[in-house]
């Protein structure tokens, strides 16, 4: 395992990067509050997400087998997503357009509609772990549009593993997460 980093997150009472209301938006409020009172670590990533921020920059020049490496990121983590909202689509169909795109079935325009609906998604999404998976699907349909996207659809799956996990086992769980993530940018990176 690779050297940890922690990082503190902090939304500023703003429930998965959106401003919330009504009761539940003070709910999330009030969570996110408490949370970071008790100095619970929200995101711990490893030395690994510079490493794999590099490769895929160096990568650029195909962004096709980019857009592949993310919607796979994304769908290793989809399922923290469709356990809670098991009717909403969005964040699957993203992934299956950032792949049509690759495969030549879809157009920019509508891998990038469909990355929106995703983010969408995210904003409707009950918790911390089910809006980063959205989140990593629709930045990899958005990898369409622009190859950077795809570094963000790994962090954010990392983030949705980390959100997922009990703060006693989230570094261990986003190590594991970002290794997978390096060893596939890495066979995806052989054949560029």
Not at 159 to 181: N, P, Y
Request: proline share 2%.
């Amino acid at each position: 395992m690779r050297g940890l980093k922690v990082t503190r997150e902090h939304n500023e009472g703003r429930a998965c990067e959106r401003e919330s209301f009504g009761i539940d938006g003070i709910r999330k409020v009030i969570d996110a509050a408490l949370k970071l009172e008790a100095g619970i670590v929200k995101f711990v990533d490893t030395d690994l997400g510079g490493a794999i921020a590099e490769l895929a920059d160096k990568s650029k020049n195909d962004p096709k087998k980019l857009a592949l490496w993310a919607a796979e990121c994304a769908e290793n983590v989809l399922h923290l997503f469709e356990n809670k909202h098991p009717a909403d689509n969005r964040p699957r169909a993203a992934i299956e357009a950032g792949r049509a795109w690759v495969s030549g079935g879809l157009t920019m325009s509508d891998a990038r509609a469909a990355a929106f609906a995703s983010h969408a998604a995210a904003r409707d999404a009950v918790d911390e772990a089910a809006c980063a998976a959205a989140r990593a699907a629709g930045h990899a349909a958005a990898t369409a549009h622009v190859a950077g996207h795809a570094v963000h659809a790994a962090a954010y799956a990392a983030k949705a593993a980390a959100f997922a996990a009990d703060s006693g086992t989230a570094g261990a769980r986003v190590a594991e997460e970002r290794e997978w993530q390096w060893q596939l940018l890495l066979a995806y990176s052989d054949t560029l």
